[in-house]
């Protein structure tokens, strides 16, 4: 069964360093999202990317925070300068067309990052 | 802010028995509703979906919604130890937001032998 897929599963980085999440959603899903969710808190949505941009994103997507579609298969999120206040699992998740009413997003394994 | 509330726990049951979570949400044009399951340190699991008024089965698993009463409920039947773990309520709104979910808090539910 088609899956997405996350690295690296780690990554512990000193604050104020830049870190880059990468993502291969599943092969046919035209739309990807990162979530991310603190420690004991509720996942939260980042950003929406779509024919090569970003469709929508949160408050907490600030301009530290980038998104790229590089290649044909990978779908990354760039941290520039990290703080503490970012660590946090992150979640890559895909879906089919996006704007389907009830259709599932596909969630990758999550990447825990640390920043100290 | 668009907020989802689910129903404080954690929630115990036996196994065999019913288990109801519970979940409200606060923008009325919300479509798409969305149970997953979360085990600890994974990732969201879809369970169900479901967008229109009433029931939706799925195996041992029932969505129930209310448009009206902006409300979403899953029951579990014959709970198993395995379906202990934290199940998360996802809204997703209509119109240029379709994709974005917007996820509760999750209710813990553990399922004792």
């Known amino acids: 069964e088609p899956e997405v897929t996350q690295t690296p599963s780690h990554q512990v980085t000193q604050m104020g360093q830049e870190v880059i999440l990468r993502c291969v959603p599943i092969?046919?899903?035209?739309?990807f999202y990162w979530y991310r969710q603190i420690l004991g808190q509720k996942v939260e949505f980042l950003v929406s990317f779509y024919n090569n941009e970003i469709s929508e994103k949160s408050e907490i997507f600030d301009d530290q925070f980038s998104v790229e579609r590089p290649d044909g298969s990978n779908f990354t999120l760039k941290i520039r300068s990290t703080k503490l206040e970012d660590s946090a699992m992150y979640f890559c998740a895909s879906s089919e067309w996006g704007r389907a009413r009830g259709e599932t997003q596909y969630f990758g394994p999550g990447t825990r990052l640390l920043v100290l | 802010q668009k907020e989802v509330e689910q129903n404080s726990g954690p929630l115990s049951v036996p196994e065999g028995a019913i288990a109801s979570l519970n979940c409200t949400y606060s923008d009325r044009g919300s479509q798409s509703f969305f149970w997953y399951r979360q085990y600890s340190g994974k990732s969201p699991e879809l369970i169900m979906s479901?967008?229109?008024?009433g029931d939706k089965e799925d195996g041992r698993f029932t969505a129930q919604l209310n448009k009206a009463s902006q409300y979403v409920s899953l029951l579990i039947r014959d709970s198993q130890p395995s379906d202990s773990a934290t199940y998360l309520c996802?809204?997703?709104?209509?119109?240029?937001?379709?994709?974005?979910?917007?996820f509760g808090q999750g209710t813990i539910l553990t399922v004792h032998p």
């Open positions: 479901i967008y229109s008024n």
């Open positions: 996802a809204v997703s709104a209509g119109g240029t937001s379709y994709g974005k979910l917007t």
């Open positions: 092969s046919n899903h035209l739309y």
